[in-house]
């Protein structure tokens, strides 16, 4: 649905300026206030939207905006430090959300309503400005996704594609919050009204107080949960895990393309940790609102589930009702670390039709013995209801590793033209040298895809973990390390 809005008269050689009708406006602020978005936190998803757009288009500033009653209030800004709102009138943010496509002004100083904006006639100088709207389903703008840049420029139709799929991005984003805060809410009206009716129940004081800790169990998983919807696509950083070395490494295919590759590591309690390592089919916008899902699934299902195969179906039926995940499905390894009191950790390692991992060791002799990470069993995830998944554990001691990957690395084409495939990865690990950490193998592996003639065409993520060996620092005492190899980066930058 559109947003009628009437023109005011102009003063003489000035185009109208367009005004919101009342009662449309007034719908628009209940959508704004329905999606509780202003004056929250930053996040690294919507900052990584202003990046991206800074980005693709070259420009120095880029901004995710939410258009209130009087103010324009940025959800994430890049190049425009410092500020966290203007006011709305006049404003080029608020005359945006008033048209139905994307608003360009190649030269702003050329433009008889953008020339008076204080973006344009201040110090800032703007002389580009381009807006795509945030449209909910029911057709209101809650804000704006801009590029500005400091020179009059002008933009192909398919960078206003581009930019109108980044506002769509951040819908997805807003509305994977707000189903979450939902679920939220009435999940702990549920485990509420189970604590009414068991308390109810039991007469003795025992029972009463073991209802007390359960409540206080329940609070502290809906926190968990509700801390997870802040994360991001990928974490910024991997965390330091006693007496464990973790190295990391993504990549995109395309610069103009949202990958669909994900990793976390992350604490359960204050020795258990949880990692999980995946891949959705397909990129763009929709990829990305699955990655998102995944995430946020996994991550809040691990706080309140100890079996790795039952997170795995809580996101095969999340994906499959879920309306934002569409008909998307992904491949995913999760697995639990729990510390061994003889050194090392025990590894439950769970897979949805992922690619083996590989558990590699020096053998007595200096050479590196591998071996396939592979239960027998696992299904996609997403792809099919009670889809089975399986699960293996196994010891991971000192001076051994733990290598995950997604396709993108076997995928890779030889100099035969042949994909590296299993058997070639399971060669190349086998020809590593010992000591055999983390960081060698993502770094080794770095190094593989370098050497081979186009690189990888699709998008790779490594996550090693790898237990040092005692002799690695004095006393014989493990350190707590965390490494990572490479930050997010692209192939194919124009």
């Not at 919507?46 to 880029?62: E, G, K, N, T, W």
């Not at 110090?123 to 389903?137: D, H, L, S």
């Not at 998307?328 to 050194?343: I, N, Q």
Request: overall charge negative.
């Amino acid at each position: 649905m559109t947003q009628p809005a009437s023109a005011t008269d102009p003063a003489p050689g000035r185009r109208p300026e367009l005004v919101p009708d009342p009662d449309a406006e007034a719908a628009r602020i209940a959508a704004v206030r329905r999606y509780d978005i202003l004056d929250t936190p930053p996040d690294g998803a919507f900052d990584r939207v202003a990046a991206m757009a800074a980005r693709l288009f070259d420009v120095p500033v880029a901004t995710v905006t939410i258009v209130d009653t009087d103010r324009i209030w940025f959800k994430a800004a890049h190049g425009l430090e410092g500020v966290a709102e203007i006011g709305r009138d006049p404003g080029l943010c608020g005359s945006a959300i008033l048209r139905d496509d994307t608003m360009v002004i190649p030269d702003t100083l050329k433009d008889p309503v953008a020339a008076d904006n204080p973006l344009v006639a201040g110090e800032m100088g703007v002389r580009f400005y381009a807006a795509a709207p945030i449209v909910t389903p029911d057709g209101h703008k809650l804000g704006t996704v801009n590029v500005l840049d400091t020179r009059p420029r002008s933009i192909t139709e398919e960078d206003t594609a581009t930019l109108a799929d980044l506002a769509a991005i951040v819908l997805d984003e807003m509305e994977l919050r707000l189903s979450a805060m939902r679920a939220l809410r009435d999940e702990q009206s549920r485990r509420e009204a189970e604590s009414r009716h068991a308390e109810a129940e039991r007469a003795r004081a025992e029972a009463e107080r073991a209802a007390r800790e359960k409540a206080e169990q329940d609070k502290a998983a809906i926190a968990a949960f509700a801390s997870t919807l802040q994360r991001t696509l990928l974490p910024p950083a991997l965390p330091v895990v006693p007496g464990l070395e973790l190295a990391c490494h993504y990549r995109t295919a395309s610069a103009h393309d949202v990958g669909g590759d994900f990793y976390d590591v992350f604490p359960l309690d204050s020795d258990r940790w949880a990692f999980f390592l995946g891949d959705v089919c397909g990129k763009g916008p929709e990829a990305a609102t699955v990655t998102a899902l995944a995430r946020h699934t996994l991550r809040a299902t691990a706080q309140i589930e100890a079996d790795p195969v039952a997170v795995l179906s809580a996101l095969n039926t999340m994906l499959l009702t879920d309306v934002t995940a569409g008909r998307r499905f992904c491949t995913v390894l999760f697995g639990l670390l729990e510390p061994r009191e003889d050194g090392g950790f025990t590894v439950t390692l769970a897979t949805g039709g992922h690619p083996p991992a590989y558990h590699v060791r020096p053998d007595d002799s200096g050479a590196v013995w591998v071996r396939a990470v592979h239960p027998k069993g696992g299904m996609l995830v997403g792809a099919f209801p009670q889809a089975p998944f399986a699960r293996t554990t196994f010891s991971l001691a000192a001076g051994e590793s733990l290598f995950l990957y997604t396709d993108g690395l076997t995928e890779a084409r030889t100099t035969e033209g042949a994909m590296l495939g299993e058997d070639g990865l399971t060669g190349f690990l086998h020809q590593r040298t010992a000591p055999v950490t983390a960081t060698s193998l993502v770094e080794d592996s770095i190094t593989l895809l370098a050497s081979l003639p186009d690189g990888a065409r699709d998008d790779v993520a490594l996550l090693a973990l790898s237990v040092p060996p005692p002799h690695a620092t004095p006393d014989g005492a493990v350190a707590a390390t965390a490494r990572t190899a490479a930050a997010p980066e692209h192939l194919g930058q124009e």
